[in-house]
């Protein structure tokens, strides 16, 4: 399977669960990984038989921009949902991050994979 990518797009968003999360915007990051058929989109270099990485990443700035999540696991979720339904996408590896979450720790998130290979 072929995998196209997006990594480290970052996106401000409420999250959390602690009533200062819910006052501030804090900013969140995706490493998405979607299992994709390129060969078509090679074959015949046009942009309607690829997995738009554009599109995908403009869709989830909309959405996670305007969300208010409690939990990161809740987003992840969603995220999934939306790659699987709306973008065709069959297997996909997500990765959703909150950089500098945790005093000592470059960032905390969990990683989630979803869908057949």
Do not use: C
């Not at 979450?101 to 869908?115: F, P, W």
């Amino acid at each position: 399977m072929d995998i196209v990518f997006i990594k480290d797009l970052r996106i401000n968003t409420i999250i959390g669960i602690f009533d200062w999360e819910r006052e501030v915007k804090q900013t969140i990051s995706l490493d998405i990984e979607m299992g994709h058929d390129i060969r078509r989109a090679a074959e015949t270099d046009d942009i309607q038989y690829a997995l738009d990485y554009k599109k995908v990443s403009k869709r989830l700035i909309a959405f996670i921009g305007d969300s208010e999540f409690l939990l990161v696991e809740t987003m992840a979720e969603q995220i999934a949902k939306i790659l699987m339904t709306e973008f065709d996408v069959k297997w996909l590896r997500l990765s959703v991050s909150k950089p500098g979450a945790v005093r000592g720790a470059e960032s905390v998130g969990i990683r989630i994979e979803r869908g057949e290979r």
